[in-house]
């Protein structure tokens, strides 16, 4: 099991506050940890990760990168994005543990297709346009 980071706010200690808060004690506000997140949907969380890991710009540019082919294995995509084959695999990890990307292993290579191609290119298009949209109305 891997140990906690120090500043992470588990659930227990917010409730021990709370209990102190009851007893009479004044409860401090809450800090940005330890807003209930927890009572967010699923698929409304899981669109969150999806947003801010598009948002960056290097993962932003793959991710068009794999819209406009079929399939690509690392090192293509590393020279059309003029990146080191390691900074192109560090920027799959979490498009994969998303499930934005599917892999596949041929040989020594690894294949990389859009899960949802079609909806994730829609995606794309509706950002450029609320780009293009909202830059114009300044």
Known sequence: MRPRPPDAVTLRSFNDRRRGFLDGNA?????????????????DYRASRLLKALGSPKAFALVKLLARHDVLNVEEMASQLHRTPSDVSKMLKPLRDLDVVRFQKDGRYTLYTLKDRKSMETLLHDAEEYTRKSSAAR
């Open 27 to 43: 409860m401090p506000r809450k800090t940005a940890r330890e807003i209930d997140w927890f009572d967010m949907p699923e698929p």
